[in-house]
């Protein structure tokens, strides 16, 4: 029997609860901003006040900060009943998030109900439970999830060169191709929000956790004591994993259903697909123009479109389609006629013509790439153009995209 309890932790005792210390820690002063408060818009009463040490539904001890963003805080906590660990996602209060958080569980839950055959459903981050917390200025969301190591885009900024090896990002594009079939075909979602950020690697070797709660324990982590009920803690870096997890694909806040019809506006600038910035009717294909603008970024060190516009001195939709199409060429027709925002940037009825600003110097793909020499590069820039085409329907889908010649190669 004890055998048996070992090999499923779940079966046996729960795991006591630790106790942090609550006095040795660094004090920082408290007109010196920290963390989540350096962000654009910041307003402290959004966030759940979290304290390292606490119990969340009579289950989940918090441990540590692991990061934040403009819509949550991030935290490694132990599930004592599971006896395992996790990562909890603690969102802004409702009323600040609206839609979002219901729309992300509803996501989560479209995944937790597909198929578990598909060979992308480990590609995709699960989410093991959800929740709410009454925090003093409202209701919070909480999402629990399996534990990651660090994303693409740190892993990145390990690289002086800022730039994924090619057999690194075959294995990267294997798995987010194959996640994205998984979402596309067995979940029916679009992701919307495609970055380096958004591409997580898992971690096998559980002692990172032992040694993360170890440092807490001895070293307790930096923090501002706001007021009463309120600390800002400074996060803290789980340790390289001894043998790092696959790559999984995060992040479902900006995901929607892609069995309704859409023309909002959705993505980051520089990954938004022709047909979201003319507002015409989009679906899953924008996921793929996105992932193609990503790998340029992750392979080739830059961004492969900037939309940024000398005149305004920031990003602006006219410019960014000023470069598409020194890239690819004219637009079709019927793609310019479908979109809503197509007269703030082309003149005519019958031939459009975008003449609100002037082309860049054409620069072919081969030009700009300088990676790769002979046949690699040649199988790289067909994988590319598959991808970046001004035709949605012409785009190759996840699945394809996933068998890629050049991807293959790798593998």
Same mark, same amino acid.
């Given at each position: ?36 408060? &350096? ?30 963003? +403009? ?5 490694? %906590? ?8 996790? +990562? ?24 937790? =109900? ?8 480990? $590609?995709?981050?699960?989410?093991? #439970? ?54 596309? +075909? ?5 992701? /919307? #929000?495609?970055? =380096? %950020? ?15 709660? #170890?440092?807490? &324990?001895?070293?307790? $982590? ?5 007021? !009463? ?23 479902? !806040?900006? %995901? ?16 938004? =697909? ?26 080739? !060190? !830059? ?17 960014? &389609? ?18 809503? $925002? /197509? ?26 790439? $300088?990676? &790769?020499?002979?046949?690699?590069? #040649?199988?790289?820039? %067909? ?29």
């Amino acid at each position: 029997m004890a055998s048996i309890l070992r090999r499923l932790p779940w079966l046996s005792r729960a795991w006591k609860p630790l106790v942090f210390p609550s006095t040795t820690f660094k004090q920082i002063p408290l007109q010196e901003k920290l963390e989540e408060e &350096l962000l654009p818009g910041y307003v402290a009463s959004r966030y759940y006040p979290v304290r390292l040490g606490q119990v969340l539904q009579d289950r989940y001890q918090i441990v540590g900060k692991l990061g934040f963003g +403009t819509s949550s805080t991030v935290w490694l %906590a132990r599930d004592l009943n599971g006896r395992r660990h996790v +990562t909890l996602k603690l969102c802004i209060h409702s009323e600040s998030l609206g839609p979002q958080a219901d729309q992300e569980v509803s996501m989560y839950r479209r995944i937790t =109900a597909a198929s578990t055959r598909h060979p992308g459903r480990r $590609s995709v981050r699960e989410v093991l #439970d959800s929740f709410e917390v009454t925090g003093p200025d409202g209701c919070h969301r909480c999402l629990v999830h399996p534990p990651l190591w660090e994303s693409v885009l740190t892993f990145l900024f390990r690289n002086p060169v800022r730039r994924l090896p090619a057999p690194v990002l075959a294995v990267v594009l294997r798995r987010l191709f194959l996640a994205l079939d998984f979402l596309h +075909t067995e979940c029916k979602i679009i992701h /919307t #929000d495609m970055k =380096a %950020a958004n591409i997580m690697f898992g971690i096998e070797d559980d002692s990172v956790f032992a040694v993360f709660e #170890d440092q807490e &324990l001895l070293d307790p $982590s930096a923090r501002k004591l706001v007021d !009463g009920d309120r600390t800002i803690y400074m996060s803290r870096e789980l340790q390289m994993p001894k043998k790092w997890g696959a790559p999984v694909l995060c992040d479902f !806040g900006s %995901a929607v259903p892609g069995d309704m019809e859409h023309s909002e506006d959705v993505q980051p600038d520089v990954y938004r =697909a022709p047909e979201v910035i003319l507002e015409a009717p989009w679906s899953y294909q924008i996921d793929i123009w996105n992932a193609g603008c990503m790998i340029w970024d992750m392979f080739e !060190g !830059g961004h492969l479109f900037t939309g940024y516009d000398q005149e305004h001195q920031t990003y602006r939709s006219r410019a960014h &389609l000023a470069e598409i199409t020194s890239l690819l060429g004219q637009p079709p027709q019927a793609l310019l006629q479908l979109g809503m $925002s /197509t007269h703030k940037f082309y003149t005519g009825t019958d031939e459009f013509c975008l003449n609100i600003i002037p082309l860049p110097d054409a620069v072919s793909l081969e030009q700009r790439e $300088s990676s &790769l020499e002979g046949e690699s590069k #040649d199988k790289f820039l %067909a994988m590319m153009r598959k991808m970046l085409q001004w035709d949605p329907s012409k785009r190759s889908s996840a699945k394809e995209l996933a068998n890629d010649e050049w991807i293959m190669g790798y593998i």
